[in-house]
């Protein structure tokens, strides 16, 4: 492909935007951590380009500053206006930049994943003068297209002669021909004027179809503000601190974004929230679905919600108390699991709604644990109504349950705690260990369902050839030379495991499968993959979590806290020495069973955000092997030689 120019047109107001604008520009809006310009940047690195243009106006001192200590200042070329040019002006003055070559045009307030560079090659294999970057989108369609994809008019309605053509939504994305700036005028200027112009002169103003592609166009507040909730949600968070920020006696809930340059003070609380550079926020303050700027609080709707559908009505006709036009639902949830989470709102109330596909093995026992666990303090969620089937495996059964919040603990970490206050919070979700482990295990034939569901060798052997599938062959490429060794050493690692003492095991204990609701109280959620298993998997993948790694010198306390509850707590039947004889196992097992996961997750599921937790767990990984050499010599060189995740 042909080496390109771009121009970013960066100089507008942002009025819809005020008072957002009044205080930073719209190019520089931060979503989480970085500015809008500054993503559109890294996007546009991955094309050739000779040069990239921008046009400025609207406090373009604070966009010369940023861009002197961007890396792409020297590829930056600026045009600055005295007086707003508009889309087409701002390109013919900026003609003898852009008339060498083809050039992608890039407005600075769309955020989205459109391949540019099929836009380009899409374009430069064509006839087009012009080529728009559109995707259907009903809110914006004002595009009208034939069949054929060219551009033949412009509005919210075709009109009568016009009944063939199909609308579509300009992406603010397009990739231009230099003859295109011969329908420019001079001044001020509209470039849909100069589009319209071209095709009928005969020219080509084609399209390419991103439909499915994420895009937002960040003009408005809400829109801003779910542009930023969606990049927070798609990267697997519900928090974002900037790492200057002291929050640490904050209540938080729900998604929190909070940027560089923010003051919270002690004991304010904080729900669906964004907090721009220079906002203040003052004690005790109650807060939520706002953005949060110096000074300005804009009030946004219920973030990413959308009415109720009317087969969910019937279900839920127990919780609505209002007319049901009023209660809205919106998606929760990051996780691995193929099950959707809803939270549906009724004025201050709210419940979760559980959807799982009709097949979904884990349904039932998610039902039956529930109510297993809730009889013995298990602090899970309430299992509010009957469990029901919409009807036929594609749609699905349904649950409702009572509403633990968002705050999980590895989002409570973000907000740097005093380590007494962390510690004291990991002490009582340790608590819920023991609880399982002794009260609730000497009563698990209450629980068929549980008791027959053993970790055994079978399921453990699953978990080691998981991880080489999936993380050293799948993600790594590694090639094993010495398979059937390995394979021996798996096996006398999963005999060895199967051997030790069994209780209840949640099986994913950690950071994020345990919610921390007000009073800093842990609750426990994600519990239907319980099995019947040795209790030192639940300890390793707490205190060695590589979602949120503890200090050593607090995890030995922990461990030891742990312990010290399991003598107190089982009859005198707790063996020190054979339990911490337990623990080390127990790691490999859970972080061989983790990096399979993240690569299981990160490249056939699509969340990329899990490849992110891969180098914590190949380093506890190549800590524990080097313990045990001498035991498993082919897996410990086959780990320490893995590297692509150092």
């Known amino acids: 492909m042909e080496t390109i120019n771009v121009f970013i047109l960066a100089a507008g107001f942002g009025e819809r935007l005020r008072p957002i604008t009044d205080h930073i520009p719209k190019p520089l809006l931060p979503v989480i951590g970085k500015p809008v310009l500054g993503t559109i940047l890294d996007r ?17 001192e604070m966009l010369l500053n940023w861009l002197k200590e961007s890396s792409y200042s020297e590829k930056i070329k600026l045009f600055y206006e005295d007086k707003i040019l508009g889309t087409g002006g701002a390109l013919k003055n900026a003609e003898s930049f852009l008339r060498g070559s083809v ?27 012009v080529t728009l970057a559109v995707q259907n989108n009903q809110k914006f369609n004002n595009v009208w297209i034939d069949k054929e994809g060219l551009l033949k008019f412009i509005g919210k309605t075709a009109l009568e002669d016009h009944k063939e053509l199909y609308p579509t939504t300009f992406t603010g994305i397009a990739v231009y021909s230099p003859e295109f700036l011969d329908f420019l ?7 849909i004027n100069a589009w319209l112009r071209a095709e009928s002169s005969g020219l080509k103003v084609g399209t390419v179809d991103f439909s499915g592609c994420r895009w937002s166009d960040i003009g408005s507040p809400s829109a801003y503000y779910s542009a930023v909730i969606e990049t927070l949600k798609e990267d697997g968070e519900n928090v974002y601190i900037h790492p200057s920020i002291d929050c640490n006696r904050v209540d938080i809930n729900g998604c929190l974004v909070m940027e560089k340059g923010v003051i919270v003070e002690r004991e304010a609380s904080l729900t669906n929230c964004i907090l721009l550079p220079g906002a203040k926020v003052s004690r005790d303050s109650e807060l939520q679905n706002a953005i949060i700027g110096p000074d300005y609080v804009l009030n946004i709707e219920e973030p990413l919600s959308f009415p109720i559908p009317d087969y969910y009505i019937l279900f839920i006709k127990d919780f609505l108390k209002e007319n049901s036009e009023s209660i809205s639902m919106s998606l929760i949830g990051t996780g691995g699991s193929d099950r959707k989470y809803y939270r549906i709102k009724d004025k201050e109330k709210t419940v979760i709604l559980m959807e799982c596909i009709g097949t979904d093995p884990d349904y039932q026992r998610h039902i039956t644990y529930t109510l297993f666990f809730k009889k013995y303090s298990i602090p899970v969620p309430e299992l509010l109504t009957p469990a029901i089937s919409k009807g036929g495996e594609d749609v699905g059964k349904l649950a409702l349950f009572e509403d633990l919040g968002d705050l ?34 000497k009563n698990v034939t209450e629980c068929p369902m549980l008791q027959s569901r053993l970790f055994d060798y079978e399921h453990l052997r699953w978990e080691t050839s998981y991880f080489i599938e999936r993380f050293v062959i799948g993600l790594n490429r590694v090639d094993i030379k010495e398979r059937e060794k390995l394979n021996k050493e798996f096996d006398r690692l999963a005999r060895k495991v199967d051997t030790f003492r069994k209780s209840i095991v949640h099986r994913d204990f950690q950071s994020q499968n345990i919610m921390v609701t007000r009073g800093d109280i842990p609750r426990l959620v994600d ?15 707490v205190l060695w979590d590589p979602y949120a790694r503890l200090e050593d010198n607090m995890r030995e306390r922990l461990l030891n806290y742990y312990i010290e509850r399991m003598k107190l707590f089982s009859d005198n039947d707790f063996d020190e020495t054979e339990f911490r004889q337990t623990i080390l196992p127990c790691r490999l097992q859970r972080h061989m069973q983790a990096l399979g996961a993240y690569s299981f997750l990160s490249m056939v599921k699509g969340k990329k955000y899990f490849l992110k937790y891969i180098p914590q767990a190949l380093q506890y990984l190549k800590e524990e092997v080097a313990l045990i050499k001498n035991e498993y010599p082919v897996l410990y060189e086959l780990v320490k030689d893995l590297l692509r995740f150092q």
Request: net charge positive; with cysteine; aromatic share 6%.
């Open 44 to 60: 546009i690195s991955s094309l050739s380009v000779k040069q990239i243009g921008i046009n400025m106006h609207h406090k373009h």
């Open 185 to 191: 005028p001079s001044g001020n200027s509209s470039i």
């Open 408 to 441: 999980s603990l590895y989002s409570w970490l973000k907000c740097s705690k005093e380590p007494e206050r962390v510690e004291k919070l990991y002490r009582l979700a340790l608590d819920i260990v023991v609880n399982l482990n002794t009260i609730v295990a």
């Open 527 to 541: 519990y239907q993959g319980a099995r019947i298993g040795p209790s030192a998997y639940d300890i390793a993948s």
């Open 103 to 129: 050039f992608l045009v890039h407005n600075s307030d769309v955020l989205s994943d459109i391949n540019l560079d099929r836009l380009v090659r899409e374009h430069q294999s064509s006839k087009n003068i």
